[in-house]
């Protein structure tokens, strides 16, 4: 299967914030900000919000791989894009500009799956939480250490404690301290972690898994999926039987019903 290449353009003088590979079932977008540890820029913030919506309606594509360049997956935020001389009003666009990206993550309508193959600390340990899935290298290394500069990293704690124990998050939010891939599973950040260089095999595995499912099953189960934790329990599974009946009716669950009930 050959792969087709797109870039997002960046700064003039830059290399391209991304690098997008569409090779269905699958698109990989990777960071491509190496030298800078894959920070998150407004550049890279917007290409990415860019390359997801140009995504969403691409039904050849079943599951999207976040991936990144060099050691780092990221570093978080572009620390000399929130210098001293940046406004408080200019601040809050560009936090803004982040929470939308992440939510659109939670809103791609295909799983969206972390290929963790290095550091991720403070918005970037945050990209992983919010990925629907994560793979990461025994080699990867996680942190919300925004605390050791001063700063809480209070955005990067809404995805982390939506992931790992209240205790846990906390306990990394209020110390900065890195955790382990090992220890980054054990508390759920993390699906699997394995060898550096069983890395891509592995998100192969997952991904060939999940293109084997219906899209619309995929698609809708996702959306209920995270619609149905922010609600009471009552509530919660009066969406998801409707979500279920109106699943029920698709073609594709027509005819895995069917050919199940004939065997």
Do not use: W
């Not at 590979?21 to 890279?44: D, Q």
């Not at 699997?192 to 991904?207: F, K, S, Y």
């Not at 922010?230 to 109106?246: D, K, P, Q, T, W």
């Amino acid at each position: 299967m050959n792969a087709s290449a797109e870039s997002k353009p960046g700064a003039a003088s830059a290399e391209p914030p991304l690098v997008i590979e569409r090779t269905p079932p699958v698109a990989r977008i990777t960071l491509n900000r190496a030298a800078k540890y894959n920070t998150l820029s407004a550049a890279t913030i917007a290409a990415l919000g860019e390359a997801l919506a140009a995504l969403a309606g691409d039904e050849p594509i079943r599951a999207i791989v976040l991936a990144a360049e060099g050691k780092a997956f990221s570093a978080g935020h572009d620390l000399t894009e929130m210098g001293a001389d940046r406004s408080l009003e200019e601040l809050r666009a560009l936090f803004a500009s982040c929470s939308a990206l992440m939510l659109a993550i939670q809103r791609q309508p295909q799983p969206v799956i972390a290929r963790v193959q290095g550091v991720a600390t403070a918005a970037g340990c945050q990209l992983v939480a919010m990925c629907d899935l994560a793979v990461a290298s025994s080699t990867a290394r996680f942190a919300v250490s925004g605390i050791n500069l001063g700063l809480f990293c209070a955005t990067p704690a809404v995805a982390l404690s939506r992931n790992v124990p209240r205790k846990a998050a906390l306990e990394m939010l209020l110390t900065g301290d890195f955790i382990d891939a090992a220890t980054a599973r054990e508390r759920g950040l993390v699906n699997r972690v394995v060898a550096p260089e069983a890395l891509d095999e592995e998100i192969a595995r997952l991904t060939t898994a999940i293109a084997a499912k219906s899209p619309a099953a995929v698609a809708a189960g996702k959306r209920l999926f995270y619609e149905q934790l922010e609600l009471g329990i009552a509530a919660a599974y009066a969406r998801a039987g409707e979500v279920m009946a109106c699943n029920a009716v698709e073609p594709d669950a027509r005819r895995g019903i069917a050919a199940f009930t004939k065997r």
